[in-house]
């Protein structure tokens, strides 16, 4: 049986309490997974604290560049294991985690080395009162152990987003993947030995979040900082956790994005943009649309065309040719969309397609399917509008102006992102300023730019990554001012 061995200082660490990994397509267990307790933790921000006042810490930013340009080599030499750790460990289709998700997990770590080589620093000088000069200067250094609390959703892809920046600012890491997703995060620790990261450079820890390694992580006073991508509810948790001791966080959390189509847009692209949107992943993405506005004079065409586009994908294990859309993450997580499913007929949706299970046949059977599902005719109260369900489903509404659709987009808690479909530059400069989001596409979806602010407003977020944004939550910035 394939065991999930915690990564400490260097070595693979087996712990007496497992828990089982299961495959989201059949259920079949994967492997055990070896759960950190407070004395794994422990030993872990030990061993990054030494790290980082160590031979880490020493490094030149030259090095330091070379060892992560290595680490993305070997991702990459490596691709097929990491692939394949991330298709049995969530079921996602193949085209999506060859195209996306290891692809990024190699470019998180190279294009955060190119930035902090090229970081500058400002600096002024001055006339003092005496009538002399002073010259200050800003240096960053790193922020010291960084706590990374991932979910399970894009796991390699998310992980590396955050380990990649904090290595190439210097910090020591301990990585708390989810339960549902050990894999990628625990054959990333072969990579690091492998390439000479010196031992405790990158840690992690395996379990789950309350009385358990996330919990113990986060609140350890020997951790400098957090970073965390998760639920938003989690993140409060994991703020107040934060609050002893003061330590910075960074969080991207929960969404309910709208995505809005203007009748003048390009129709056969907003259709493929909005079903990326809505069903990609299984709808497991946190930017993804669960709520669609559509202008009234296009509103029934878009709707038939997003229903044969949502009953054309197909449904089924991540090697099937053809594949569009995997399974959910878990049966927990099942049947909680399939709550959802019930709660918008409860409350009067028309359902437009699926709405249940799909049948599926073999040992799929065992698997966690859901049907895509369009609804229309609810209220904008229904709790399938006002509530992030992280499935593959939207509800569609018309509109009518630009007014209310900014109403409509705005309306709720949070603020992560939007996709706006329309042919008129004005419309989308207008609309991009008004709809209260971290991230707005124009014409387009998930498309990314890892030199650009990442983020959410509201409830979904605090701070923002990417580029030089990125060094601004790990690194400390200190100013030295030297009069001549
Ligand atoms: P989650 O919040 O349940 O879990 C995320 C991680 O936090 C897991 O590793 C979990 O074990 C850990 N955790 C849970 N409780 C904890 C606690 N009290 N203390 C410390 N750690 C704890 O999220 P999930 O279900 O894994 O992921 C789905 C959610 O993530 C969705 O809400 C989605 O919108 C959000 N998400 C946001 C972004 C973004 O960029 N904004 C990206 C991906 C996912
Ligand atoms: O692309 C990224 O860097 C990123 N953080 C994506 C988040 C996706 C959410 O599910």
């Known amino acids: ?211 358990s390694a996330g919990e113990f992580l986060t609140s350890h006073p020997g951790v400098d900082g957090i970073t965390f991508t998760g639920e938003t509810r989690t993140g409060e948790a994991i703020m107040a956790a934060a609050a002893k001791g003061v330590r910075p966080v960074s969080f991207e959390l929960g969404g309910k994005n709208a995505g809005i189509v203007f009748a003048d847009a390009d129709f056969d692209k907003a259709v493929a943009g909005i079903t990326r949107s809505a069903f990609e992943n299984c709808g497991q993405v946190c930017l993804g649309t669960e709520r669609v506005y559509v202008q009234r004079p296009i509103f029934e065409k878009f709707v038939a065309a997003l229903k044969t586009k949502a009953e054309s994908l197909k449904i089924g294990a991540s090697h099937e040719a053809g594949v569009g859309m995997g399974p959910l993450i878990s049966a927990e997580h099942k049947e909680k969309v399939l709550s959802y499913y019930e709660k918008a007929r409860a409350e009067g949706a028309t359902v437009v397609t699926g709405g249940g299970s799909p049948t599926m046949t073999g040992d799929l059977a065992h698997g966690h399917w859901v049907q895509p599902t369009i609804w229309t005719g609810l209220p904008e109260t229904a709790s399938v509008i006002r509530e992030e369900i992280f499935g593959p489903c939207c509800h569609i509404a018309p509109f009518d102006t630009e007014e209310e659709a900014i109403a409509l987009a705005n309306d709720t808690p949070y603020g992560l ?17 008004a709809v209260h989001v971290g991230l707005c596409w124009i014409n387009s979806w998930f498309l990314r730019d890892l030199r650009t602010p990442f983020g959410g407003s509201k409830s979904s977020g605090i701070g923002r990554e990417g580029g030089v944004h990125s060094l601004e939550f790990y690194t400390d910035l200190r100013n030295v001012m030297i009069k001549l």
Not at 188 to 209: C, D, Q, R
Not at 417 to 433: C, F, P, Q, Y
Request: aromatic fraction near 8%; include cysteine; hydrophobic fraction near 45%.
């Open 417 to 433: 992102a939007t996709t706006i479909w329309t042919s008129d530059l004005g419309t989308a400069n207008r609309m991009a300023a």
């Open 1 to 211: 049986m394939k065991q999930f061995h915690n990564f400490i200082n260097g070595e693979f660490i087996a712990t007496s309490k497992t828990f089982e990994n299961r495959a989201p397509v059949d259920n079949h267990v994967i492997g055990l997974v070896h759960e950190a307790g407070k004395a794994e933790v422990d030993a872990a921000v030990k061993a990054a604290r030494a790290a980082v006042t160590g031979e880490w810490g020493k490094l030149s930013v030259v090095k330091r560049v070379e060892l992560l340009y290595a680490v993305a080599d070997e991702i990459n030499n490596r691709f097929d294991e990491f692939l394949e750790a991330e298709l049995a460990d969530t079921g996602k289709p193949h085209s999506l985690a060859s195209h996306i998700d290891i692809p990024r997990g190699a470019a998180n770590f190279k294009v955060f080395a190119d930035i902090i080589k090229n970081a500058p620093t400002e600096s002024f000088q001055m006339t003092t009162p005496d009538g002399g000069t002073a010259i200050s200067y800003g240096v960053r250094s790193p922020l010291g152990v960084v706590a990374v609390v991932c979910p399970w959703n894009l796991p390699l892809l998310l992980m590396t987003w955050k380990v990649g920046p904090a290595l190439a600012c210097g910090n020591a890491v301990i990585v708390k993947p989810s339960e549902e997703t050990p894999a990628t995060a625990t054959l990333l620790g072969e990579v690091m030995n492998k390439v000479g990261i010196p031992k405790g450079v990158y840690n992690v820890v395996h379990g789950f979040g309350p009385n």
